[in-house]
């Protein structure tokens, strides 16, 4: 018995220990994960998690999450997935079949691969609560025993197609689905279609943009009062088709973070995005280089 | 003498089985030919990434994609393959990008409902550690529980390789031996010999139940327990003898079984508890040491050490290297798979509050083979 006791209050110490340790701090926290090519963000305000994206693989994904998630909070309020290619979306089925994850949002990007079928499936059978966004939408987040909210502003895509969000439901027929997910592939370039959202949090601006490029950042200077962001997640892991100048010209980034894959075959990224990022001044922080990328916002 | 000829004896008749043993694959096979596979799957497969893995006796099935197969599904798999040639047997065929087609479901014999069943669990398990822990604390618990290692991080497992300790997720054999050896020896000083060797094979029966009842695992068990039960019963020399005999009529029965590293640390783990282990305690009484220690030594480290220096050649032989650090790192690890298999074990019941209780001890386990790997 006694043993037994000395066994229980080390567990209990030890517990508490890694508690305490893993404590979140006051501030905000965006976290750049290191997935390699692709892109998977996390942000952490106290309780409250949302992961924006989730990288290429499984493995990696959770890997970040372990290291910035503490232990004892297996809860994730929201997922954005900002469009369906695999590089953004086939780490997500773990995430939803691991952790808690109440939302899940999306726009109307959508396209046909064997992880979508994956996620489809897994966002189903863990009954998680799944919805479209488009310009305009404002997403309030809030953890349900916490006092930590997020704010986020939905930028782009305008006029999401709601029909062609349903194929997350589990309820349509595979046929349907096909027909739907083709119609929307011949819509030219998805990437256009991504989400892009904007953050505004004690005082600091953040964009994340995706994987959109030239045409939606065209559409945003045409129609929108742009601030001043002070962390730009470059689009489209830093394709010479995104960062136009025009754009970095109005949105003048402090930090510029990049999320991508070392050596990578896509050759991003570009020379003529880091020239742009570096003519407007900003402090370039790349995945490849610099691993993950912890920002107190 | 008699030992001699009992030994000649098995040495022809495992000579004899190995000859006439039947290949998987058709006589007819060439590199390139396109063979066929059917079979009842009895779990549902593995989901990497960007494929479905389905393994099926001697058989390693790689589908493109997300295939979902339910339990209790007979299909037929087709596709070149590439066998794996041991000892100029086929012991593994690797079929990659295969083609599968559906045969409906089985109605099922009994034991294949049974399995079927098992599978369920032991998926529902390994969820509800995945829930509960985060990576890489889930795998190694769902691997040292259940003997599970997929969708282990790859980082981590090559640290486990690195360190000399994949064994505590690679072999049930050794957790079956281990856990009933200190199940029974904690168990010898509370109650009556014969109760302690119930307590034993009762944690036998439920531990080969949850890690899902496969052959391996069964095996193990059985062999396990045997020994076990002679030893404890007084008499070591029986103990000894039943080890080889037990051996002996499993590698009759399945020849193959003499190259599955599963088997090998199996029977050197508990070769090592029979044969080691009272070694090991004398060797300690003449160092000297109070009897309260020593007890605590004997129940717990005696079996774990015993277990770890007989399986050694055996890793060294597969794995390729045991570094320098794998004793130290071994020996800080050890001791605490018991108390990890039974906590893990608890978080199936208790969920999260007993999760949480059992993180800090998986952590310090993570941290250590990390440190060193």
């Known amino acids: 018995m006694k043993k037994r006791g000395y066994y229980l209050v080390g567990m209990v110490v030890g517990l508490c220990i890694m508690v305490v340790s893993q404590l979140p701090g006051t501030h905000a926290k965006m976290v750049m994960c290191d997935v390699g090519q692709g892109d998977a963000i996390l942000i952490i305000k106290g309780k409250t998690q949302v992961l924006i994206d989730g990288g290429p693989s499984s493995e990696k994904i959770l890997s970040c999450l372990e290291q910035y998630v503490p232990f004892y909070d297996r809860t994730i309020e929201l997922i954005v997935l900002t469009n369906t290619d695999f590089d953004h979306m086939n780490g997500l089925s773990a995430v939803v079949d691991r952790y808690q994850v109440i939302h899940f949002v999306t726009a109307d990007g959508v396209h046909s691969s064997a992880g979508l079928d994956k996620l489809i499936k897994k966002l189903a059978i863990n009954k998680v609560i799944v919805g479209a966004v488009e310009r305009g939408d404002r997403i309030v987040v809030q953890a349900k025993q916490g006092l930590d909210k997020l704010e986020f502003s939905v930028l782009w895509p305008p006029d999401t197609i709601e029909q062609y969000v349903l194929v997350f439901s589990d309820q349509m027929q595979s046929v349907e689905r096909e027909q739907i997910l083709g119609a929307s592939a011949k819509r030219g370039d998805l990437n256009e279609r991504s989400v892009v959202l904007q953050l505004l949090e004690d005082n600091k601006y953040v964009l994340l943009t995706g994987d959109a490029g030239d045409q939606a950042e065209k559409w945003l200077v045409a129609h929108d009062s742009l601030p001043m962001v002070d962390i730009l997640k470059v689009g489209h892991h830093g394709s010479k088709y995104a960062s136009t100048q025009e754009f970095l010209e109005i949105i003048r980034p402090e930090i510029a973070v990049i999320s991508v894959g070392e050596k990578n075959t896509y050759g991003h990224p570009t020379t003529e995005t880091l020239d742009r990022l570096s003519k407007v001044g900003a402090t370039v922080k790349r995945t490849d280089q610099d691993g993950t990328i912890v920002l107190e916002l | ?373």
């Open chain 2, 1 to 373: 003498m008699q030992k001699l000829k009992i030994w000649l004896v098995f040495i022809s008749l495992f000579g004899v089985r190995w000859y006439f043993l039947p290949s998987p694959l058709p006589s007819d096979w060439e590199n390139d030919s396109v063979v066929a596979y059917t079979a009842t799957i009895l779990e549902e497969p593995e989901y990497s990434d960007s494929k479905t893995i389905v393994r099926s006796g001697s058989w390693y099935i790689a589908l493109d994609g997300y295939t979902p197969i339910i339990p209790g599904s007979r299909v037929r798999f087709e596709g070149i393959v590439e066998p794996q040639i041991q000892l100029g047997k086929v012991t593994r065929v690797v079929m990659k990008n295969a083609i599968i087609k559906f045969h409906g479901r089985t109605r099922g014999s009994a034991p294949t409902n049974i399995m079927i069943m098992l599978g369920h669990w032991r998926k529902a398990w390994v969820g509800q550690l995945q829930r509960t822990l985060p990576e890489p604390m889930a795998s190694l618990s769902g691997g040292i529980l259940l003997g599970v290692k997929a969708q282990m991080p790859r980082d981590f497992y090559q640290a486990l390789v690195n360190t000399g300790t994949l064994h505590v997720i690679a072999a049930s054999g050794f957790n079956v031996s281990v856990v009933a050896a200190v199940l029974m020896g904690v168990l010898m000083r509370v109650v009556s010999r014969g109760w302690a060797i119930g307590g034993g094979i009762g944690g036998i029966v439920v531990y080969v139940l949850i890690a899902g009842a496969s052959a391996s695992v069964i095996r193990a068990g059985i062999m396990g327990s045997l020994t076990l039960i002679a030893y404890y019963l007084g008499r070591p020399t029986e103990a000894r003898r039943l080890l080889w005999v037990s051996a002996g009529i499993m590698l009759l029965a399945s020849p193959l079984m003499l190259l599955d590293v599963g088997f090998q640390l199996s029977v050197a783990a508990t070769a090592g508890l029979l044969y080691l282990g009272p070694r090991i305690k004398i060797l300690s009484s003449s160092v000297g040491m109070t009897t309260y220690v020593q007890s605590i030594l004997a129940n717990y480290l005696y079996p774990t050490l015993a277990a770890t220096i007989a399986t050694l050649p055996v890793i060294l032989w597969h794995f390729g290297t045991v570094s320098w650090i794998s004793p130290i790192v071994n020996l800080l690890v050890l001791p605490i798979i018991p108390l990890i298999m039974g906590m893990s074990a608890g978080i199936l019941v208790g969920g999260r509050v007993m999760a949480w209780l059992t993180y800090p001890i998986l952590a310090y386990m993570v941290w250590v083979i990390r440190l060193f790997g």
